[in-house]
């Protein structure tokens, strides 16, 4: 599978953006979706993932109340939802899939990847 990430863009602190993960085939609900961020000069890290029929979902501990995973198997594109951004959530966002129903927070895990979209927060 083929993903395309995109909706990044600049964004004043408080604010909300929300990142889409478009698939190339179906069915995508066979894969787990993870979105992973990498700020300059930092290893990429987990924000999130959820279960190929969206019933499941995992967010790292900094996203948690603020940031929002959830996908469309009509479209075959999964989202990122993001609400009151700070400047540390400024990174270049990526989602990923994997064959599995296992929710993985390592980047190691996910055998496919789109190729990121920078979020920008000003403060």
């Known amino acids: 599978v083929q993903l395309q990430a995109f909706g990044g863009g600049l964004v004043q602190a408080g604010g909300s953006l929300r990142l889409s993960c478009a698939a190339s085939e179906r069915p995508f609900t066979n894969y787990v979706v993870g979105w992973f961020r990498q700020a300059p000069g930092k290893e990429r890290e987990f924000v999130a993932a959820i279960s190929g029929i969206g019933m499941r979902t995992n967010y790292a501990d900094s996203v948690k109340g603020r940031f929002y995973i959830s996908r469309d198997s009509a479209k075959i594109t999964a989202y990122l939802q993001m609400n009151s951004l700070k400047s540390d959530d400024t990174a270049v966002y990526f989602c990923?899939?994997?064959?599995?129903?296992?929710?993985?927070?390592?980047?190691?895990?996910?055998?496919?990847w789109g190729q990121g979209t920078l979020v920008t927060v000003s403060s």
């Open positions: 990923a899939a994997t064959y599995s129903g296992t929710l993985y927070v390592r980047s190691g895990n996910y055998q496919y």
